[in-house]
């Protein structure tokens, strides 16, 4: 498939700069981990080329609910990418894949490790073609230590990371957190580490480096006081439902019309939470006035709120909290946040054209930079769409690139 036109796409500030262009990243991940990272980077100016396996391609684009014949999933995940279908597998395509990373910045790469270098692709000689390459490897284990051939996704990486012990009611199966949060961690600290050893790079002589991001290690970074408790009192923290252990208080209460989260857990908080539901007793309580005296007492205060919660709906809950200063939110649903004023005021909710023809709501850029803000420059590529025009901006010929796909090695 030949390069096509840009496709028409949301934007939430219009023509301004863009921190990382000029950046050029090859995206050789599939899935999740290191095509979020991708994702991110190009949301904030990055040229992205991914390489897809021809015919195929990445199979997020058939992942979960589809329209026109691709994942709506695979809309978000993708924009600001330009597709090359290359087949990685056969030494031509090992060839291009060397040249293309020979004029880039950074690689990010989600294979299990020791791929790359049964490509011709180690760290090694891939520096010595390009000695400025930042190089990211996303996988389940890290590139070393005893388990690092052992096949890893996200949700293994969540078990090892700490997470899933601590999620789900106590006594009960551990639960998903609803997201791929072990991928989408991993792809955040990739994204962390591209752009530090970027700044290296920049200001130490122009040498690349090697990111080497675990799973597990991702989520274990995340995971608070964990194993300080563990080391200083053998405590072991287990589920706890929706509670947050050790801060009091801190769950969600029951309404007429479902839940509502109440963070009452700072001192002067605490005290004003007292006030709005009727207890000023317990917020004066001298033992309650600190998180370690509510945390002996946190029972009688979760009964306490949701006795007052029970026979109200959830926006009465707000009203009375917002009222009073109370950390307080209702559990949002997909609706919710399609409807949110909130959401639509700080761009979170912007519309793409899609290649398919269709409009599309879909997440705003995070985080919001002042200056040089993230934009969605282009909608999701349909696979090789940008086959064609990368490799004759590497220097290809037509007959050259006809040839390749006459064998079969590009799309």
């Not at 991914?50 to 589809?66: F, V």
């Not at 329209?67 to 990418?81: I, M």
């Not at 220097?395 to 040839?403: D, F, P, V």
Request: glycine share 12%.
């Amino acid at each position: 498939m030949g390069s096509t036109p840009t496709a028409p796409a949301a934007t939430a500030t219009g023509l301004t700069p863009a921190a990382l262009q000029g950046v050029r990243v090859i995206e050789m991940g599939q899935l999740i981990a290191g095509p979020f990272c991708g994702k991110t980077l190009g949301d904030f100016g990055a040229e992205v080329i991914k390489i897809e396996a021809p015919e195929s391609g990445d199979p997020l684009r058939n992942w979960r609910l589809i329209k026109e014949g691709t994942s709506v999933w695979w809309q978000v995940q993708s924009r600001n990418k330009r597709s090359v279908a290359l087949d990685l597998r056969q030494k031509e395509g090992q060839d291009i894949a060397r040249q293309l990373i020979a004029e880039a910045d950074v690689l990010i790469e989600n294979f299990r490790p020791g791929t790359l270098e049964g490509w011709g692709m180690s760290p090694e000689e891939l520096h010595r073609i390009n000695p400025g390459l930042v190089m990211l490897r996303i996988s389940g284990y890290g590139q070393t230590g005893p388990y690092r051939d052992l096949p890893g996704f996200g949700a293994i990486g969540e078990a090892m990371g700490g997470l899933r012990h601590l999620t789900g009611e106590p006594g009960r199966v551990p639960v998903r957190v609803g997201v791929s949060i072990g991928d989408t961690l991993a792809a955040l600290h990739g994204a962390i580490g591209v752009l530090t050893a970027l700044y290296h790079r920049k200001v130490n002589g122009g040498q690349g480096q090697v990111i080497d991001v675990a799973l597990h290690e991702a989520v274990f970074n995340v995971m608070e006081s964990l194993i300080p408790e563990y080391s200083a009192f053998g405590a072991v923290r287990e589920a706890a439902g929706s509670a947050l252990p050790g801060i009091a208080p801190s769950n969600a209460y029951p309404c007429t019309d479902g839940w509502v989260l109440v963070a009452g857990n700072g001192d002067s908080i605490f005290k004003r939470l007292m006030q709005a539901i009727g207890r000023p007793d317990l917020g004066v309580a001298p033992d309650l006035a600190d998180n370690a005296g509510r945390v002996a007492r946190v029972d009688e205060i979760d009964a306490a709120i949701g006795a007052w919660s029970a026979p109200l709906t959830v926006q009465q809950v707000l009203d009375a909290l917002g009222t009073a200063r109370v950390p307080a939110g209702k559990v949002y649903t997909a609706r919710d946040i399609a409807e949110d004023p909130h959401y639509q005021a700080r761009d979170m909710l912007l519309t793409q054209q899609t290649r398919d023809g269709y409009s599309l709501q879909v997440p705003g850029i995070v985080p919001k930079l002042s200056a040089t803000p993230g934009s969605i420059r282009s909608s999701a590529p349909h696979l090789g769409d940008d086959t064609d025009a990368v490799l004759a901006e590497a220097g290809l010929t037509a007959e050259q690139i006809a040839l390749l796909r006459s064998k079969g090695v590009i799309q």
